[in-house]
């Protein structure tokens, strides 16, 4: 039996990936602050797959309650077989106009959490030599777009080598990149996003669908939708300075 390990597993693309691995028939590990809402995920799932949950309430920038979940995912009675680094948050104001205290949160929960956990569970993935790590980048990751952009850049690039130093072992990583998903995430950010067009807009379950795929496949990079998968295309052939100054434009303070 297959277990798999969800950070932020209460809504959003964490709840989607949890319903997509107990589609498939693993035992889930669920992870988030809200205890209430990660039970009612877990009797969900067990009720319409069968599916064994265990919820595992932390707050990841909690220095013990990260401990937590890093010792259970080290944990060789217990083993966990694929990690899934999903938590995250976003901030309303570009990095000149949010406190230093947000911004250092981000950082820690987008960078530090995910790499002390991905530390953590690939001991027991080399031991065994199967299982794999999806950790949830961004679209944002391609261009310039504050601190948010440049964690989620670091998550695409740590993937992308931790894959390379885990394929002799069989352990697969993959780094899922979305574009504007369907989820809480924006109205948590306080992000004003009533401008932005329908076709724009991907769901969850569609974002998880593609991941699987790409890691039942083995692919590097999961990025879903041909206009996102067009737009990583397109950037990547732009010039830096061009794209940076027309992002530029459109960035505002914000309104006090």
Partial sequence: ?????????????????????????????????DKDRLEAVARELGR??????????????????????????ADRERPVDILVNNAGFGLP??????????EERLLDLLVKVPLRLTHAVLPGLRERRRGAVV????????????????AKAWVTAFSESLRVDMA???????????GFTRTEFQARAGMDVSSLREAVWLEPEAVV????????????????????????????????GFVAERLARKRRAPQR
Avoid: W
């Fill in 209 to 240: 669908g593609k991941a699987l795929r790409d890691l039942a496949l083995r692919r590097p990079v999961s990025i879903t939708g041909r206009r996102y998968q067009a737009y990583a295309l397109a950037v990547r052939h732009l010039p830096r």
């Fill in 93 to 102: 104001a570009p990095f000149p106009h949010s406190p230093v205290e947000d």
């Fill in 168 to 178: 002799p072992y069989g352990v697969r990583v993959l780094a899922v990149v979305p």
């Fill in 135 to 150: 950790n949830v980048s961004s679209v944002a990751a391609l261009l310039p777009t504050g601190t948010y952009g440049a």
């Fill in 48 to 73: 319409e797959f069968g599916t064994s949950s265990e919820v595992l309430p932390a707050d990841l920038l909690d220095p013990a309650d990260c401990t937590a979940v890093a010792e259970r995912l």
């Fill in 1 to 33: 039996m297959t277990t798999v390990l969800i950070t932020g597993a209460s809504a959003g693309l964490g709840a989607a990936f949890a319903r997509g691995f107990a589609a498939k028939g693993c035992e889930l590990v669920l992870v988030a602050r």
